[in-house]
């Protein structure tokens, strides 16, 4: 692997980001405030409410940005914590949706994409046009950064320390959730991380079920953007952004503990010979299960964080 391979791998994920946070951006524009209103009218019904959170995350293609903003109505009290519970529940589910996305294999058209979506931005002139052409375009970039990962990753596959540190965190289950999660909370994005490994997988440098277990490690790596969102926040985002933690955290567990036990993992990779589908799947499960385990107790899960964060008041007593 020579320095070329290593600023392809930096420009690629550079280029993925920018295009993934353009495509987010054009899509809320596209929807004004649309978004904000359905959630702000959500009603007590958490299923509603996941469906809703799903629904957000789907089109804005970021869990992080509907947990946000799902913090920010808390905390100006416009949503109850029970309310918002199910909401981000259901944005965990929608935000799996570009890993489906990626694996349709269309990035050798991602430059005609791209400008097709650039000449929507400058040359016409209705908003609604402008903003597609926004999102168009980030999904053109997005796939162009998608290919510049999967070519300079195959440079990898000669360098022996690469070889010698997977080797070495595929026999221990957690230190695979450890990387996911580390590499996750790095740049902030599951959607991201996801490409990446999708693209180590495709390349063969790891196995699949050292790959399940980066995934339940990105899952909880997601969850640092909400976090440091809600340092400023009151006491009901605080406690919304520890559910969070709580779920995937789990989640994991739930999963980890499970895999020894059920052979699910093969199953996944039965389902499709596709590489990248395999860890779409795999991503898409882990939530869904996920949503499945935790969404009946989500009161439990409440007076829990009431536990660790309680009020105030409570604690001058």
């Known amino acids: 692997m020579q320095w070329t391979d290593v600023l392809g791998l930096i ?81 965990k589910i929608g935000t799996t949706m570009t890993g489906q996305l990626l694996s349709l294999k269309i990035d050798q058209f991602a430059p005609v994409i791209a400008m097709v979506g650039v000449v929507m931005m400058m040359f016409l002139k209705k908003k609604f ?18 290919s510049n990962l999967s070519g300079s990753m195959s440079g990898l596959k000669d360098v ?29 994005s599951s959607t991201a991380s996801v490409a990446v490994l999708q693209t180590i997988y495709q390349k063969g440098l790891i196995s699949f079920s050292m790959a399940t277990n980066v995934i339940y490690g990105q899952n909880i790596g997601t969850c640092i953007t909400a976090l440091i969102a809600s340092i400023n926040g009151d006491l009901n985002s605080k406690r919304l952004t520890l559910i969070h933690i709580l779920i995937n955290l789990i989640g994991a567990i739930i999963f980890l503990i499970t895999s020894y036990f059920i052979p699910f993992i093969d199953f996944v990779s039965s389902l499709t010979s596709n590489y990248m589908m395999q860890i779409a799947y795999m991503h898409v499960i882990f939530n869904i299960v996920s949503t499945i385990i ?9 007076n829990i964080v009431y536990k660790i964060i309680p009020n105030k008041e409570n604690l001058d007593h």
């Open 11 to 91: 420009g690629g994920l550079a280029l993925f980001l920018y295009g993934m946070k353009m495509m987010s951006s054009g899509l809320e524009l596209l929807a004004g405030s649309r978004l904000k209103s359905i959630l702000e009218k959500i009603t007590s019904n958490k299923y509603l409410g996941m469906l809703v959170g799903a629904g957000i995350a789907a089109v804005i293609q970021s869990s992080n940005a509907t947990i946000v903003m799902t913090c920010s109505f808390v905390n100006a009290g416009l949503m109850s914590l029970n309310q918002a519970v199910g909401v981000i529940i259901g944005a």
């Open 129 to 146: 046009i402008n903003h597609l052409g926004q999102v168009i375009a980030g999904l053109g970039i997005l796939f162009m950064g998608m």
């Open 160 to 188: 022996p320390e690469v070889g010698q540190f997977l080797s070495f965190i595929s026999g221990n289950p957690l230190l695979g959730v450890l990387v996911g999660t580390v590499f996750t909370a790095i740049i902030q």
């Open 294 to 302: 935790f969404l009946p107790f989500d009161n439990l899960l409440i």
